[in-house]
């Protein structure tokens, strides 16, 4: 006790310089987004602007005709995707943790199989999917394929079966049915493992860059991440305007972590490897 007492100072130092150097690059690109382009690319790492100004901004708020138009569709996107996963994966996880059903444990060793294959592997098979279905260059399409998720169906799975099964007789005392009980009781009983799986799905829908670049074409449907990308040329890349874009960027996902992070610590630790 007393050698982990000694070592909790030297823990925080640690801790600190790797927050400062974790900071760092996003306190860059804060000034940055406040620098016209010639004093950018001079180089250093000065983080006070010499010249400051408010022009970046201006430019991609109303000189760039879509970027209204990315930041919407992002907003959709990542709203869509996280309501979904969210219903569906919990539905989810509460059948394979409460219901008994024929194939219930292959069906599980399915899903934990699932979580082997790496996402790369299955960009071809979806392109061709949604080709054949006519959802390229669509909202569905960016949607549909990212509506569940195996690595929290089995994180919410945990979560069920670590839930007071208590409850749910208490409720059939009372009259609900299954899915009474499941919405009106489990459910509302789930923020902390709801909130954890809605800061991982929205910044992984929010920041999600590879799917968008697959299936869309028409600028008009591009997403942030993508629509970044268009302000790099061949010859010349706007860095003043993609640190202002850049900024605007993570506001939304920030506000997202702030808002649930209350419940955050206490979802991951509900989420055991009971059963």
């Known amino acids: 006790m007393k050698v982990f007492l000694g070592l909790k100072p030297i823990l925080y130092i640690f801790l600190i310089l790797y927050s400062i ?12 987004s406040f620098k016209p382009l010639n004093e950018i690319v001079a180089g250093g790492l000065n983080f006070i602007p010499q010249n400051f100004t408010l022009d970046n901004y201006r430019q991609i708020f109303f000189e760039s005709p879509l970027f209204g138009r990315w930041f919407l569709n992002s907003v959709f996107v990542a709203v869509c995707v996280t309501g979904l996963n969210l219903l569906f994966n919990s539905m989810a996880g509460y059948a394979l943790a409460r219901i008994s059903f024929p194939g219930q444990p292959l ?4 899903i934990v199989a699932v979580l082997l294959i790496p996402i790369q592997v299955t960009l071809i098979p979806t392109y061709l999917i949604l080709k054949y279905l006519g959802w390229l260059n669509s909202y569905q399409g960016l949607i549909v394929p990212n509506a569940a998720n195996a690595t929290f169906i089995f994180m919410m799975r945990q979560f069920f079966v670590n839930f007071p099964k ?12 299954r899915w009474e009980t499941f919405f009106y009781i489990v459910l509302p009983l789930a923020k902390p493992a709801l909130a954890a799986q809605t800061i991982f799905i929205f910044m992984s829908s929010w920041n999600n860059f590879l799917m968008p670049l697959m299936i869309l074409s028409s600028p008009e ?25 850049s900024i605007v960027f993570t506001l939304p ?21 009971k059963g």
């Open 221 to 245: 449907m591009f997403t942030l991440p993508l629509g970044l990308n268009t302000f790099k040329g061949l010859y010349i890349s706007y860095w003043n305007y993609i640190m202002a874009a």
């Open 253 to 273: 996902a920030i506000a997202i972590y702030l808002f649930f992070n209350r419940y955050f610590v206490a979802g991951m630790l509900f989420t055991g490897t």
């Open 107 to 110: 069906l599980f060793g399915l």
């Open 166 to 177: 208590e409850l749910e007789e208490a409720a059939a005392l009372d009259g609900l049915n």
């Open 21 to 32: 150097i974790t900071c760092v690059p996003f306190a860059w690109a804060l000034s940055a």
